[in-house]
DNA sequence: AAGTCCCGCAACCGCCGATTC
DNA sequence: TGAATCGGCGGTTGCGGGACT
């Protein structure tokens, strides 16, 4: 563990303390967040006496002295939620501890480091060797990122920090000109859910860029790996369309209004295995996406300048699907 | 028993976006 | 409008302690 230590990057921090945390000082930290809430963390640093800065006194509360907190070692149905949380949003901690409750990102993201990391590792080194499965989709890997670097209109790019893909429609629309751009994704042998989903998707509006139109907040949404989280409250404007394809074909088209909309279909199928899990049949379905054109037509209302789809088929939905203890029977949400 | 290695975890660092002035 | 400040986040560091030799 770190030494107390002084600071001395600058005069202001030549006072503040850094490295761990004594009693007295937690003591201090949570009487004072107790009596008074947080508020402003430099705030809260310099009322409670406390020679530390701001934003180490938030990441003490926020990791260690918080009451909700849940300490201890992951449990077995834990670590493969967040195996499966990770394969949904990569690297985003935040978003991922935010679905495990009374966990931290930085308790989940050293544990992924220290333990996952490593056993996902072993399990791709074993399966590699024994047998040609197909790659491993993370999304945060680089080597694959290399691999799909450049797959028909999908490209690598560094403007999202969470994603991998977005698509490029360059090479025949105008950017001044509004696109619609349908993806219509139908997961076959995929488990019904109660609201009777079949992770079949539909809708979306980008621009040229490829960034997401606000939907009023009920427009879908496609994560890192093509996961396709829907509807209420996920898909905001600015998202960014970053599906996880082995390949596209486009269909443009352009309607009375003179919009030009991209079509895309992809179909993923489940590959059978008894012995697999539920998790183990996402990876294989999200590992094993193609493409085709389909063209579809749905029921659409201008509104002003852009277009708005009614969702009109079944909508997957993470947040619905986190809901539904009944897929994670494992995992105590109390 | 002593030395070394390895691992887990707490905390820091640096960047970025949002907000305030 | 731009600078300053703040909060949030992911990546990284390095210490403590257990395992191993």
């Given amino acids: 563990m770190r030494k107390p230590e ?6 202001n921090s030549n006072k503040l303390r850094k490295g761990l945390w004594s009693p007295e000082e937690d003591e201090k930290l949570m009487n004072y967040i107790i009596n008074n809430g947080q508020g402003c963390w430099s705030d809260v640093a310099r009322n409670a006496s406390l020679q530390r800065c701001g934003k180490s006194c938030r990441l003490r509360w926020i990791n260690y002295l918080r009451p909700d907190l849940r300490r201890g070692a992951f449990s077995p149905q834990e670590e493969e939620l967040i195996i499966h949380l990770h394969s949904l949003l990569g690297n985003r901690w935040s ?68 994603a991998g893909f977005m698509p490029i429609f360059t090479s025949s629309l105008s950017s001044s000109m509004q696109t619609t751009i349908v993806n219509t994704i139908n997961i076959e042998g995929l488990p019904v859910l109660d609201h009777g989903l079949n ?43 970053v599906p996880h394809l082995e390949s596209v074909n486009t269909t443009i088209t352009t309607d009375q209004n003179n919009h030009q ?54 909508e997957w939905d993470l947040e619905e699907l986190m809901k539904d203890v009944s897929y994670f029977p494992f995992v105590d949400f109390s």
């Fill in 95 to 162: 978003q991922i501890a935010a679905r495990l409750p009374g966990r931290t990102d930085n308790e989940i993201k050293n544990f992924w480091n220290s333990t996952i990391k490593k056993r996902l590792k072993n399990i791709n080194i074993s399966t590699t060797t024994t047998s040609a499965s197909p790659k491993v989709c993370n999304p945060q890997s680089h080597e694959l990122n290399k691999d799909h670097n450049n797959m028909g209109g999908f490209i690598s790019t560094q403007h999202n920090q969470h």
């Fill in 199 to 241: 992770m079949q998707v539909d809708g979306g509006y980008f621009n040229s860029t490829g960034q997401c139109f606000d939907d009023n907040n009920k427009g879908f949404y496609l994560e890192n790996d093509g996961i396709f989280g829907s509807v209420n409250n996920i898909g905001i404007e600015g998202d960014m369309f």
């Fill in 261 to 314: 909309r991209v079509v895309d279909n992809i179909t993923c199928k489940r590959e059978t295995n008894n012995n697999s899990t539920y998790f183990d049949d996402i990876n294989s379905i999200l590992n094993n996406c193609n493409v085709s054109n389909n063209k579809k037509s749905e029921n659409r209302v201008g509104v002003g300048n852009l277009f708005q789809e009614e969702l009109t088929i079944g």
């Fill in 6 to 11: 002084q600071c001395g990057k600058n005069n």
